[in-house]
């Protein structure tokens, strides 16, 4: 069915099951060959990108419908998912609907509740639905042409994202269960876009008090076998809750 | 008028000039006499206190909401909100509005988005509206009663800001504009509910570099006069925006 058709139907329908007026549009990071890539979908006959996003359900909340959205995009549950922003500038939707009546569910305006989650690329299976005809990773340097205010809702969350490597643990859901400290630091650095001291680093990461040290290294490879490292699950959930050991 | 009276009445207006199913919750954070101290207003005939809220014009975005919702109460201006969380349980009211039809406004769910925002105590003049018979500061150690899951609201939000306290900067507008290195830590050891170390406050604070030393100091007392401090605003909206100075 082309895409106008289905919008018309599933507007029907959206009146009577979702909130009106509300959105939620879904940031997911994932990490793969040492580059930081978002999940993004493709409008249907269309050159417009949009984060995987979706309505919110008259009988959820705002966290049931998140993981909702994303598991049916994904297949992934149980993601670390953070919300951290309302999107509610009144001309978000930049006339995308605008050929379409005026009662079509997605011309009203929405506010939009921006969470942003942290994936193991390797769990994820991208699944298509029936307005997009892609659905894929993208290199957070080679972002596609963003629908409505995506864009803005990517950039925000990326920002916070950033912010939060100061407070909360990061790593688990991106990383290989055993790791090396250059790897870990190598997230860091891709994720702030930045070189970071390799001294510093490892000092500050220690002090943290999140990671195990095994009795094993890396093999293979010309220089020293470097140390493998696994994250200590209970410590590193305390850390998620109530911030890192670095607070007053 | 009587309270249930009010409420018909309003919900009639409401349906026509609000975004439905969204509120905004306002926890108002002030500083007074060593205290820390919320803003709370109570519910007309009733033992029911509120966190000071509204809802969202069909013609403003969420800030704008917040901005006049708190204006109407406080009659401050430019004041610093920080949106921290939506809160969306299926069961929010708690019952309040039972007694009312079910096409009451205020009788529908609400999603509703919590700000917080530090003020001067000295700029707020307290204001009353229709549905309330009273308006005043509480406290933290000492809350009343609250409607709805509005404790819970204030519990999230007095969270998010000792949080933010190892990240954000603090005091510009809750402390005069001159004040002692024992004073600011005052106010951190009131948020955090704790006792800090002196010397390692003093260091930690400098090393944020948010902080011009006077050449004065506060005369009066039996000990020696302590410097005066005030905030270096430049630097101290440059670490609201960006973070301190403590990151990778």
Redesign the interface.
């Known amino acids: 069915m082309e895409f106008n058709k289905i919008i018309e139907e599933k507007s029907a329908k959206a009146w009577d099951i979702y909130?009106?007026?509300?959105s939620v549009d879904c940031v997911v990071f994932g990490f793969h060959d040492v580059t930081l890539k978002v999940l993004v979908t493709r409008l249907k006959d269309k050159d417009l990108w949009a984060l995987p996003g979706g309505y919110?359900l008259?009988?959820?909340?705002?966290?049931e419908a998140a993981n909702r959205i994303l598991y049916s995009r994904t297949g992934a549950e149980n993601i670390y998912l953070q919300?951290f922003?309302?999107f509610?500038?009144?001309n978000r939707s930049g006339g995308v609907f605008d050929e379409f009546p005026d009662t079509l569910w997605n011309k009203q305006?929405f506010?939009s509740?921006g969470f942003y989650a942290l994936v193991d690329f390797h769990q994820v299976n991208l699944v298509m639905d029936d307005i997009s005809d892609a659905c894929e990773w993208k290199s957070i340097e080679e972002l596609p042409n963003f629908m409505m205010d995506h864009r803005s809702i990517f950039d925000k969350a990326l920002i916070t994202l950033r912010?939060q490597?100061?407070?909360k643990p990061i790593g688990y859901n991106l990383l290989p269960e055993k790791f090396t400290m250059p790897e870990l630091q190598k997230l860091?650095e891709i994720i702030?876009a930045k070189k970071?001291n390799r001294g510093n680093?490892y000092r500050?990461m220690l002090r943290y008090d999140i990671l195990i040290k095994l009795d094993e290294s890396r093999k293979g490879g010309a220089h020293k076998a470097p140390d493998l490292y696994q994250f200590d699950i209970e410590k590193y959930e305390k850390a998620l809750k109530e911030?890192l050991n670095?607070?007053?």
Chains 1, 2 share one sequence.
């Open positions: 909130i009106p007026n509300l919110v008259k009988t959820e909340n705002l966290m919300e922003k309302v509610s500038e009144l305006r506010l509740v912010k490597l100061n407070h860091y702030l970071l680093f500050k911030g670095n607070g007053w």
